[in-house]
C-alpha cells in the first residue's frame, strides 16, 4: 500500500486538506491591521468592520475539505480495488476544482461588501491578502492528477499481466 507512489500523492492531499480545515485562508487589512478574516467555516470582521459579521459564513468550503478528506482516506484504504479508487480519486479532484471556484466568488463577494461598507464609512478600503493555505488545494488538485496517472498504472500492468497468464 504505502509502496505505491499515488498512495503518497493521496496522503498529502489529505494533509494539505485538514491544514486547511483548520487555517484561515484570506483577509483583508489596512496598513497593518487586520480587519476581516476568511476562513473555510467562518468570516469574521473586527473593528469598525463588525457590522459585516452578519453575513452568512462560508460553510460550504469546510464541507467541501471535509468531503476530499472523507476520499482521500477511502482511496488509500482502496489500493487493491484499483477502478473504484480511480473514481473516487477523480470525484475528489471534481470537488476541489468546485472548492477553487466557490472560494473565488466568496472572496469575491466578501470583499464587495467590505468595499461597500468601507465607502459609505469614508474610510480607507481594506486590500485583500492571500494567505498560502490558499494554495493548498490548487496543489492537491495537482496531486490527485499524478495520483490518477499512477492508479492508470497500476491497473494497466495488472491488466498486462493478466493477458500473459
Same mark, same amino acid.
Given at each position: 500500500?504505502?509502496?505505491?507512489?499515488?498512495?503518497?500523492?493521496?496522503?498529502?492531499?489529505?494533509?494539505?486538506?485538514?491544514?486547511?480545515?483548520?487555517?484561515?485562508?484570506?483577509?483583508?487589512?489596512?496598513?497593518?491591521?487586520?480587519?476581516?478574516?476568511?476562513?473555510?467555516?467562518?468570516?469574521?470582521?473586527?473593528?469598525?468592520?463588525?457590522?459585516?459579521?452578519?453575513?452568512? =459564513?462560508?460553510?460550504?468550503?469546510?464541507?467541501? #475539505?471535509?468531503? %476530499?478528506?472523507?476520499?482521500?482516506?477511502? +482511496? /488509500?484504504? !482502496?489500493?487493491?480495488?484499483?477502478?473504484?479508487?480511480?473514481?473516487?480519486?477523480?470525484?475528489?479532484?471534481?470537488?476541489?476544482?468546485?472548492?477553487?471556484?466557490?472560494?473565488?466568488?466568496?472572496?469575491?463577494?466578501?470583499?464587495?461588501?467590505?468595499?461597500?461598507?468601507?465607502?459609505?464609512? =469614508?474610510?480607507?478600503?481594506?486590500?485583500?491578502? #492571500?494567505?498560502? %493555505?490558499?494554495?493548498?488545494?490548487?496543489? +492537491? /488538485?495537482? !496531486?490527485?492528477?499524478?495520483?490518477?496517472?499512477?492508479?492508470?498504472?497500476?491497473?494497466?500492468?495488472?491488466?498486462?499481466?493478466?493477458?500473459?497468464?
Amino acid at each position: 500500500m504505502i509502496q505505491r507512489i499515488q498512495t503518497v500523492y493521496l496522503a498529502l492531499v489529505l494533509i494539505f486538506s485538514f491544514v486547511g480545515v483548520i487555517s484561515t485562508i484570506g483577509e483583508w487589512a489596512v496598513a497593518d491591521s487586520v480587519v476581516a478574516h476568511f476562513s473555510n467555516f467562518t468570516f469574521g470582521a473586527e473593528g469598525a468592520f463588525k457590522a459585516l459579521d452578519a453575513t452568512s =459564513g462560508p460553510w460550504c468550503l469546510g464541507v467541501l #475539505l471535509i468531503m %476530499v478528506m472523507f476520499l482521500s482516506t477511502m +482511496s /488509500i484504504m !482502496l489500493f487493491r480495488k484499483r477502478m473504484r479508487q480511480l473514481r473516487l480519486t477523480i470525484f475528489s479532484t471534481i470537488l476541489l476544482v468546485g472548492y477553487v471556484a466557490t472560494y473565488a466568488v466568496f472572496a469575491y463577494y466578501y470583499h464587495l461588501n467590505i468595499q461597500e461598507f468601507a465607502e459609505a464609512a =469614508g474610510s480607507i478600503v481594506p486590500t485583500f491578502h #492571500l494567505k498560502f %493555505v490558499a494554495i493548498f488545494p490548487v496543489l +492537491s /488538485i495537482i !496531486l490527485n492528477c499524478l495520483a490518477i496517472q499512477g492508479i492508470r498504472k497500476d491497473e494497466a500492468l495488472v491488466r498486462s499481466l493478466d493477458r500473459i497468464r
